[in-house]
């Protein structure tokens, strides 16, 4: 796990990685890489996450900010391809799905 300390909100985070690549039919214009998982010390996983996507094999930075509890992406980022946000919400469930089963398959380690 990556460290990081949010300093806004005064927590400090660590993020899990979980590779999408194969394990998610995404949308034709982009391919889905990895689901970041963010960790309170104190309280484990949080609910929010942010899916890592490629356009034309190259990576995007600002990646999809993504609710688990809701499997549902969040519209803080405009997504401005025709289409896309629909596409991206009928797999968000399924990511979500993948996350939860991580969870309960790692909860003792």
Request: a negative charge; hydrophobic letters at 40%.
């Amino acid at each position: 796990m990556k460290h990081i300390v949010d300093n806004v909100n005064k927590m400090d985070l660590r993020i899990k990685t979980l590779d999408l690549a194969g394990r998610v039919p995404g949308p034709d214009s982009i391919e889905l890489l990895r689901v970041e998982l963010y960790y309170d010390g104190e309280y484990g996983p949080l609910s929010g996450a942010r899916v890592r996507y490629a356009r034309d094999g190259v990576e995007q930075v600002e990646g999809f900010p993504i609710d688990l509890h809701k499997g549902a992406f969040v519209a803080t980022v405009p997504i401005q391809e025709a289409g896309l946000e629909e596409d991206l919400q009928k797999i968000g469930h399924e990511i979500a799905r993948i996350v939860y089963e991580d969870l309960a398959e790692n909860r003792h380690t």
